[in-house]
């Protein structure tokens, strides 16, 4: 029974969170800066396997793509907008935006909601 229960655990540790429509592609994230090496750490944290240089003759890819954006104006909210496209045929594979706001206040909490929004079907 302890078995049992062990591997069952273990199993729940393992399973990842990658949508089925992004399994099998490797996640390319080329920048260095704070943001992408957090939206680094929480995908490879939920599964994705991630990699920072193109490789020829690998497995599918799509480069993650971020940007903000907000309507000109006072007082309007800035978006962490999200893209994941395949690398070889420029089709947008997942896609997602995250407002800029307080309960966002850190790049490592913006990875995480990242992440959960790209996740979603």
């Known amino acids: ?48 396997h991630v990699k920072t240089k193109v490789k020829g003759g690998s497995h599918p890819t799509a480069a993650l793509i971020h940007f903000t954006f907000s309507e000109p104006g006072r007082d309007q909210t800035v978006w962490l907008h999200l893209r994941l496209a395949d690398t070889r045929s420029g089709v947008i594979v997942a896609a997602g935006m995250i407002p800029l706001d307080s309960t966002v206040p850190t790049p490592r909490a913006r990875a995480v909601a990242a992440v959960e929004v790209l996740a979603r079907p």
């Not at 229960?5 to 994230?29: E, F, Q």
């Open 1 to 48: 029974m302890r078995i049992l229960l062990a591997v069952l655990v273990l199993a729940g540790c393992g399973a990842s969170r990658v949508p089925a429509n992004l399994r099998g592609y490797d996640v390319l994230i080329e920048g260095a800066d704070e943001q992408s090496v957090a939206l680094a750490t929480a995908m490879k944290q939920a599964g994705y």
